[in-house]
C-alpha cells in the first residue's frame, strides 16, 4: 500500500510569525509572543482537508546553546498542535557545530517524519522561509516552496520550485500542481 503525501512545515516563519530583529528571524522567545499566522491557517485547513499529513520540522538550535529552554520549544509545538491539523513536529535542539543528521540543511527530520507516518516523499512537499528547508526538503526528494520574507540574510542554497511572499496560497500552489 502506497504512502499518504504530506507537507513539512517549517515552524518559525511559516506555521508561526518569527520574531524578525535587524532584519534576522528568530524563534518566539516564549508562548505568549506565540503567533500563528492567519493565513497559514486557511492553506493548512485545507490541505488536510484533501488527504495531506501536516508535519511540522524545525531546528530550534537556542535549546543547545543555552538561551532557550526545551520545555518552551515544546509548549509552543504542543499550543501549535492544538491549534492546528499539524500531526506531529519533529524537532532538532543541536547546534550546528554538532553535526548532527537531524539539523538542517540535513534531511534527518523529514526522513524521520516520513518514516513514522509512513509519509510517500514523492508526493510530498517541504515548505520553509529559509535555504537550509529547500536544502532539506531538496535532499529527501520533496518538492519545494521558498517563503520570502526578504530577510537580512543570505540565501545561498538551492532554488525552490516555488517561491511566495504570502503564505495564503500556500495550498492552491500545492493542489494545482
Known sequence: MPGKPAVFLDRDGVINRSVVRNGKPYPPASLSELEIIPDAVVSLKKLAEVGYLLIGVTNQPDVARGTQSREVVEAINSHIKAELP???IFTCFHDGKNDCECRKPK???ILQGAHEYKV??????????RWKDIS???????RTVFVDYHYNETYNGPTAE????????LADIILNS
Do not use: H, K, T
Not at 532539506?136 to 520533496?142: E, I, K, N, T
Open 120 to 129: 510517500d516523499l514523492s508526493r510530498s512537499w517541504m515548505v520553509g522561509d
Open 107 to 109: 534531511p534527518g527530520l
Open 136 to 142: 532539506a526538503g531538496q535532499a529527501a526528494g520533496l
Open 86 to 88: 499539524i500531526v506531529d
Open 162 to 169: 516555488f517561491i511566495i511572499e504570502d503564505i495564503s496560497v
